[in-house]
């Protein structure tokens, strides 16, 4: 039996020993953020996604394990444990496996087939495959009992018992599940009565695909239309005669001969095995749906918290709004909420000059530098209001603030929280959301880790999914995100300081409360004086947590305390100070790390060590761009086709990417019009967040689509994946008619395709 590390290891293409000594870490109690940065050395400088990847499998294996050991302790108290049986038992490698192989041997209700055995019904259906040319009622005639008192109930009890043998043989069931979900084909109707109720579903009314080319997308929106009873869904799993020759195959059965046992095999195919292949090919597309739109969910959420920050500006939000105002904060370059006002510029008050006079004062007063404008309703004209405003500073002679158009998404759910009433608890709801725009804007990281991330609006049929598996998995993210660019731990929040690696939501609070008792932290030792923050959490959080202006400048780096010595060593053997050492490019660079490496602290640790002291504290996220919307462009109306726009990418999916152009409603870039060679996934080519042009393809003002296309030589009114030559996959001819017509139709058509919208 292969161990747990070197099935890992073989899926990952990696040394055993690399997976054993994660392992060992992990049982050790250190984070997945630390092993990675710290550990490099015992793991072989493997990743998070790596060390995450052999934490979720580990715990598979292992319950797998479990699992082998409860069945064969189970199949052997029944004494019918062979040396054989075992073997297959202990190679399996999946649970479902083990379950097959556990299937004739697992405690149940009594069948019919057991009663029929119990009747010696067993003679007769050997009888009939014995004597394929006989008579079976004939044969059926010696095996009249109590229970079976006539030829057909005798047959019956036979074919039970034929059937049984079928559903429980594992090898067999395993056969004809694989060969069902790589040839099978899914088909969807409409539920008649519900074709206008169920439009958004309308290119599912008569479709067809093979199950193994099943997009994670189509997959959820197949089975979401069906759970909402407007689409009916037909498993296909091809030609039953092939099926059929399978079981009459491996049972030896004389089919050609009989028609009894032709008929047993076609029963026993219909009402066990197409009935148990039909449900696993049904849970393998849905754990494969799920685990694309998790993958989906995962790469948008990291793309955005990593967004660009503005940096520490001093920054005016507009959380724009019509009957109900603007509501308005200005923070300090901290974050600091300095003022809040609500004005009333739009319709139906439509105080523009007060509201620019008012927005114009405060900007003046503290500073501004930034204006971050809300993409929610009436965002463009707010935008245009926070450009008078800029245009009013620069006229009086002060410098011009730059508006920046936000996501506003999960701001609402932000302000509505517990952790927002802790923060300002005397402040209107409203004007929260505000002020959460605001920081966004400076460090999109430090404000949205305090929404739920399924809040944030990046996912794909997030509510479809399994929610445990969706919580865990942002939560990583979330992790991953934090830890990679660090956290200044006199500045953070608790809900910031509790992604840290090793802190807990307590530990959190006892910081900032220390913090707030004895003010800012001026060496990364004086954390160990937070209570409950022992040594352990020390050490897995110390070289994420960052000190500005600190005794040792080290602390603002991501050099962890460990290893402080070593760059002791490194500074006496340039004869400069650490001071000197730190941001000293010509120096560094001339350093060999083998030189300074030992026997706890090798190669890789040294070679981070040096990158660190050249850049210390290096922000990993990009520069901070906004998108500069076009002027007069401020509803779908105004969009011509051909027109180049630019815009912020705000999601990814598998089938494109949405683009906001300043519309009120985001543009879909079909994955065909997003590079003139094949993409096989939108997010090797664009990520959220990111500033892109685009051209207008076509504009369908009645429904609210946009189609775009970052080719910018495209052509309105040309196919759009005429241009890009990609490769036939399988099952792409058994589509219908109309599913091919549609696969070149508009681009903005893919979002419905896809099951969203209406």
């Not at 088909?187 to 519900?194: F, H, M």
């Not at 300095?338 to 510029?345: D, N, S």
Request: charged fraction near 25%; proline fraction near 5%; glycine fraction near 8%.
């Amino acid at each position: 039996m292969t161990s747990i590390a070197a099935t890992i290891a073989n899926e990952l293409n990696i040394r055993d020993n690399q997976v054993e000594q994660a392992l060992k870490l992990l049982a050790e109690g250190n984070t997945v953020p630390f092993i990675a940065r710290y550990r490099k050395e015992a793991t072989g400088g493997l990743d998070d996604a790596q060390l995450r990847h052999i934490e979720e499998r580990n715990t598979y294996l292992v319950e797998l394990a479990e699992r082998k050991q409860a069945v064969l302790e189970s199949i052997e108290e029944q004494g019918k444990l062979t040396d054989d049986l075992k073997r297959e038992i202990l190679a399996a490698d999946t649970k479902a496996r083990v379950e097959d192989l556990y299937l004739p041997y697992k405690k149940r209700r009594k069948t019919k087939a057991d009663i029929a055995r119990e009747a010696g019904l067993e003679a007769l259906e050997q009888q009939l495959i014995d004597d394929p040319s006989a008579d079976p009622e004939t044969l059926a005639a010696a095996y009249l009992s109590e229970g079976f008192p006539d030829a057909k109930a005798a047959l019956d009890g036979a074919r039970a018992i034929l059937v049984d043998r079928f559903a429980t043989d594992a090898d067999l069931v395993g056969e004809v599940r694989d060969r069902v979900y790589a040839q099978g084909t899914m088909r969807s109707g409409v539920v008649e009565g519900k074709e206008t109720e169920g439009a958004k579903y309308a290119d599912y009314f008569e479709f067809s695909e093979p199950f193994d080319t099943l997009p994670s997308h189509r997959i959820l929106a197949l089975l979401r239309g069906e759970s909402e009873g407007v689409l009916v869904l037909d498993m296909d799993p091809g030609e039953e005669a092939v099926y059929e020759g399978m079981i009459a195959e491996r049972f030896g059965l004389p089919v050609k001969d009989s028609e009894w046992l032709a008929k047993a095999v076609r029963w026993g195919w219909r009402t066990k095995l197409q009935v148990s292949a039909n449900l696993d090919t049904r849970m393998r597309l849905k754990e494969k749906a799920e685990a694309g739109a998790l993958e989906v969910f995962k790469t948008n959420l990291r793309d955005v918290l990593l967004a660009a920050p503005a940096g520490q500006r001093a920054t005016l939000a507009l959380d724009p709004g019509y009957r109900n105002g603007v509501k308005c904060a200005v923070v300090d370059e901290t974050g600091k909420v300095l003022a809040t006002t609500i004005v009333y510029p739009h319709q139906p008050q439509n105080r523009w000059d007060a509201a620019r006079a008012e927005l114009a004062t405060l900007a003046a007063e503290h500073g501004v530098e930034l204006i971050a404008v809300g993409n929610g309703t009436a965002s463009r004209e707010s935008e245009k209001l926070a450009g008078q405003v800029a245009d009013l500073i620069a006229q009086a002679g002060g410098k011009r603030p730059t508006p920046v158009v936000v996501s506003e998404s999960g701001a609402s759910v932000y302000s509505a929280s517990p952790i927002a009433a802790e923060e300002f608890p005397d402040m209107d709801v409203s004007l929260r959301s505000a002020v959460s725009i605001a920081r966004r804007l400076q460090d999109p990281l430090a404000e949205l880790v305090k929404v739920d991330p399924k809040s944030i609006g990046v996912g794909q049929y997030q509510h479809d999914v399994n929610q445990t598996a969706l919580a865990q998995t942002l939560d990583a993210v979330v992790e991953d995100a934090v830890n990679s660019v660090g956290v200044d731990v006199n500045t953070a929040s608790v809900p910031l300081l509790e992604r840290v690696a090793g802190l807990s939501g307590t530990v959190a609070k006892n910081i900032v409360a220390y913090r707030d008792e004895h003010g800012r932290f001026t060496t990364r030792k004086e954390l160990g004086k937070v209570p409950r923050l022992g040594p352990k959490a020390f050490e897995q959080a110390a070289g994420f947590l960052r000190i500005q202006g600190g005794k040792n400048p080290l602390d603002a780096s991501a050099v962890h305390p460990e290893a402080y010595p070593v760059v002791e060593r490194i500074a006496g053997a340039t004869g400069l100070t650490t001071d000197q050492l730190i941001g000293n490019t010509a120096v560094l660079t001339r350093l060999t790390p083998a030189d300074f490496a030992d026997e706890v602290f090798g190669v890789p640790t040294v070679t981070d060590i040096l990158a660190e002291l050249d850049k210390p504290g290096r922000d990993p996220r990009p520069e901070f761009k906004t998108a500069s919307f076009k002027e007069g462009v401020n509803e779908v109306k105004d969009l011509i086709p051909g027109m180049i726009l630019e815009g912020t990418v705000t999601n990814v999916a598998a089938f494109g990417a949405f683009v906001d152009v300043g519309v009120h409603q985001d543009g879909l870039v079909h994955v065909s019009a997003m590079s003139h060679k094949f993409v096989s996934d939108p997010h090797e080519v664009v990520r959220s967040g990111q500033v892109v042009k685009v051209k207008v393809m076509d504009v369908d003002v009645a429904r609210n689509r946009i189609g775009l296309s970052l080719r910018l030589d495209d052509e309105p009114g040309q196919p759009a994946a005429a241009k890009t030559q990609q490769p036939r996959k399988k099952g792409q001819g058994r589509k219908g008619p109309k599913e091919r017509r549609q696969a070149n139709g508009s681009m903005a058509d893919a979002l419905k395709r896809a099951g969203f919208g209406n």
